[in-house]
T-cell receptor
Framework: NAGVTQTPKFQVLKTGQSMTLQCAQD?????MSWYRQDPGMGLRLIHY???????DQGEVPNGYNVSRSTTEDFPLRLLSAAPSQTSVYFC????????????FGQGTRLTVV | GENVEQHPSTLSVQEGDSAVIKCTYS??????FPWYKQELGKRPQLIID?????GEKKDQRIAVTLNKTAKHFSLHITETQPEDSAVYFC??????????FGGGTRLMVKP
């Protein structure tokens, strides 16, 4: 089991560029989510999915899109990168239902210049 | 939505002492309260969790207590060791929702 795999680990973008952060899990988890972590702060929820074909917004969704076409994959798209999106992004997955452990990917450190 | 407050933001203890981190939450429907440890440059990893039908849970040197009436829960680490140094996050959720995290506590254990 690889668990939750994120790519890339590091990325530098210019303002206005778009890109997709990849997230894949091999644990057959229904729930997947994206968080951003800014220096000295906790993790804030961007978008989440409770199953293939179902997505919803979290606390800070503006500037990001998601889709969930398969159980395994949950990509996060930055539509037009801004310096305020400089952050570390974590993808997480869990079985779902009544409160189970969330497993995190290794993170993607994104810098927007 | 849920709001989780965590205190203190920084905690420095001597090796062997105990450390206590406290969190409060706002949504009375929340029923799951995990604690994550994050070492520098690494991903958060679950160290202990508690559900709303339990008041206390212990795992070796780590324990968590939950007071549903007051809507607060705490992490207790006894006999701290240098390898306990990390950032600790509390979180809260209810069935069907994702985790809402506190702002984190940087724990430093001095040898």
């Amino acid at each position: 089991n690889a668990g939750v795999t994120q790519t890339p680990k590091f990325q530098v973008l210019k303002t206005g560029q778009s890109m997709t952060l990849q997230c894949a899990q091999d644990m057959n988890h229904e729930y997947m989510s994206w968080y951003r972590q800014d220096p000295g702060m906790g993790l804030r929820l961007i978008h989440y999915s409770v199953g293939a074909g179902i997505t919803d917004q979290g606390e800070v969704p503006n500037g990001y899109n998601v889709s969930r076409s398969t159980t395994e994959d949950f990509p996060l798209r930055l539509l037009s990168a801004a310096p305020s999106q400089t952050s570390v992004y974590f993808c997480a997955s869990s079985y779902g239902g009544t409160s189970t452990e969330a497993f995190f990917g290794q993170g993607t450190r994104l810098t927007v210049v | 939505g849920e709001n989780v407050e965590q205190h203190p933001s920084t905690l420095s203890v001597q090796e062997g002492d105990s450390a206590v981190i406290k969190c409060t939450y706002s949504d009375s429907a929340s029923n799951y309260f995990p604690w994550y440890k994050q070492e520098l440059g690494k991903r958060p990893q679950l160290i202990i969790d508690i559900r709303s039908n339990v008041g206390e849970k212990k795992d070796q040197r780590i324990a968590v207590t939950l007071n549903k009436t007051a809507k607060h829960f705490s992490l207790h680490i006894t006999e701290t060791q240098p390898e306990d140094s990390a950032v600790y996050f509390c979180a809260a959720s209810n069935a069907g929702n994702m985790l809402t995290f506190g702002g984190g506590t940087r724990l430093m254990v001095k040898p």
